[in-house]
């Protein structure tokens, strides 16, 4: 597979010509479902990978109705019809001034969430099933009815401490970490109560699995910290996962050999997959690493290993050779040290910079060597 397949696609503007046909690219932020699903059937075909990324919550059917893009030469506007709308009309798209890059900013809510109180008021619970009646999950149904048959539907959501510390702001967040951990913990619990109700959504429509990005675990915090305020929320969430049947894949970035004690602290929450970014930020995440702590715990029968090839300086810029060498080496890991599931993967999201003749280079490698010799 390849993870963030739908980020890929979105961001890279040549990825978008290989599979949209000469669709405009603003169709994804209108959420035109129907040709989004022609755009997605494109890719699965000429990249054919074995799992469909990306089976999301999207915008409600309302939302959709009442957001029409308007391009126009100067730039591409997002115009809101819905009756009494404060902003009619904003921009989606218009070329930055030379050498400003886009940013998104912080907003600071330490001075508005400050108790259990404020958490319960602000962080909004909606119900799996009123998910559904206000078609949030049309994307998800979409996809699973055009390839639930033949390919492992995989829902993206968030973890509860990433959904915290986001709803937070990362600064204020990580000052909570320290002045108020209670506050925070009660902060992600509250999302993990949202992040279950998806959870639910996703069943009913079919997904088989999830898959949670955790940036701040490893990254930027203790095992103790994880320990006593991250784990037991995202523990509600993984056991909620499995008691419906869905897989439930973790894949927080920034964990390597120096944050082993938070890595097994992870495992012993036994989520379906483990999925480890490689190390190509600077910290020891290779592959043989990660199995080795989960052969050492005899969980090859409970946890799926993902593979993680650098997607920069193995994808991107390795030969060919390199990029078979690699592939070789992590399949023979998961398969002859490892010796429990494994699925091929690169470790982060395929840039912009890679070509589709290597995306399919991959595939057809990972292929290749994930037969097993006679």
Known sequence: MLNYADLALWRGPHFWDDFAEGKPWWIKDAWDIAKLLEVEETMQRKVDMDWVWGASICPSREWRKNHIVIPTTRAVYMRDITPGATVWQYIIEEPPPEGIHATYPNVDLSGVIKTKEDVEKYVHVQKAETLIEEGRTDWVEALVKKFGNEKFILSGI????????????????????????????????????????????????????????????????????????????????????????????????????????????????????????????????????????????????????????????????????????????????????????????VGSPITPETSLERLIEYINLVRKHSKKSH
């Open 158 to 345: 968030d973890s509860p401490l990433e959904a915290a510390c986001d709803f937070m702001g990362p600064m204020p967040s990580i000052k909570l970490f320290i002045k108020n951990p209670t506050l925070l913990k009660q902060l992600v619990d509250r999302t993990a109560d949202a992040i279950i109700e998806e959870i639910k959504a996703h069943a009913k429509m079919g997904s088989d699995g999830v898959w949670a990005w955790e940036w701040y675990t490893g990254e930027m915090i203790s095992p103790a910290q994880f320990e006593t305020i991250g784990k037991p929320a995202i523990q509600r969430c993984i056991h909620a996962a499995q008691q419906l049947g869905l897989k439930y894949i973790f894949y927080p970035t920034g964990v390597g050999k120096d944050w082993q004690a938070g890595f097994e602290s992870i495992l012993d929450m036994k989520p379906d997959g483990i999925h480890l970014e490689e190390s190509k930020k600077g910290f020891d995440s290779d592959v043989a690493w990660q199995a080795s702590v989960l052969k050492t715990r005899r969980l090859q029968d409970e946890i799926t290993l993902f593979g993680n090839v650098d997607a920069i300086n193995v994808v991107q810029e390795g030969t060919s050779e390199e990029l078979e060498r690699e592939i070789k080496r992590q399949i023979d890991v998961g398969r002859d040290e490892y010796g429990g599931r494994f699925v091929m993967d």
